[in-house]
Antibody, heavy 119, light 108 residues
Framework: QVHLVQSGPEVKKPGASVKVSCKAS????????INWVRQAAGQGPEWVGW????????GYAEKFQGRVTITRNTSINTAYIELSNLRSDDTAVYYC????????????WGQGTLVTVSA | EIVLTQSPGTLSLSPGERATLSCRAS??????LAWFQQKPGQAPRLVIY???RRAPGIPDRFSGSGSGTDFALTISRLDPEDFAVYYC??????????FGQGTKLEIK
């Protein structure tokens, strides 16, 4: 079965960077896109960016341009998101999701990684 | 940018009752509309995709309907495990992954 297993919680100071990993199993990693979505407490999910693991192509939501980088290591079926210049309003649970390259349907989610930004 | 508006914000019902949740898009999303269920402390789980298709393992008391800009998720007879927050999401149109703000389905 499909699993997306993310790295553990992080606590960072404002201005720092954070890198979260997402290890995929149970399917062919290069056959599906990976999206990163975040959710602040009490809020709906917010799309951050996507990556095609096969080509390495990426795309980011406009509000995160310049601060976010999504990468992958295909040899270990793992995707990463790095967010720099952290602010307190970046505090949220960050999820990786599996997305169909055919119609962009999100069908599986990782368990989430809480990133807390606090002085 | 396509904006998804869900209503009501909170729906209070009793087990065994019928629930109808609404999602309205600011412009047509064709049938690229999905619904997710999220329980406290858990990741969202796909319930409905393609407007009306149930995801694997989802009970047949869940159904989706609509087209273009107006969509609904109906739960025919609420089970205690159905009380959660539900989000609609449009996919297939750039920006591809907008979500609604959610409807909280709570026990009355």
């Amino acid at each position: 079965q499909v699993h997306l297993v993310q790295s553990g919680p992080e606590v960072k100071k404002p201005g720092a960077s954070v890198k979260v990993s997402c290890k995929a199993s149970g399917y062919i990693f290069s056959n599906y896109d990976i999206n990163w979505v975040r959710q602040a407490a009490g809020q709906g999910p917010e799309w951050v960016g996507w990556m095609n693991p096969n080509s390495g192509d990426t795309g980011y939501a406009e509000k995160f341009q310049g601060r976010v980088t999504i990468t992958r290591n295909t040899s270990i079926n793992t995707a990463y998101i790095e967010l720099s210049n952290l602010r307190s309003d970046d505090t949220a649970v960050y999820y990786c999701t599996r997305v169909s390259t055919y119609d962009a349907l999100t069908d599986y989610w990782g368990q989430g990684t809480l990133v807390t930004v606090s002085a | 940018e396509i904006v998804l508006t869900q209503s009501p914000g909170t729906l209070s019902l009793s087990p065994g009752e019928r629930a109808t949740l609404s999602c309205r898009a600011s412009q047509s999303v064709r049938n690229y509309l999905a619904w997710f269920q999220q329980k406290p402390g858990q990741a969202p789980r796909l319930v409905i995709y393609g407007t009306s298709r149930r995801a694997p393992g989802i009970p047949d008391r869940f159904s989706g309907s609509g087209s273009g800009t107006d969509f609904a998720l109906t739960i025919s007879r609420l089970d205690p495990e159905d009380f959660a927050v539900y989000y609609c999401q449009q996919y297939g149109t750039s920006p591809l992954y907008n979500f609604g703000q959610g409807t909280k389905l709570e026990i009355k």
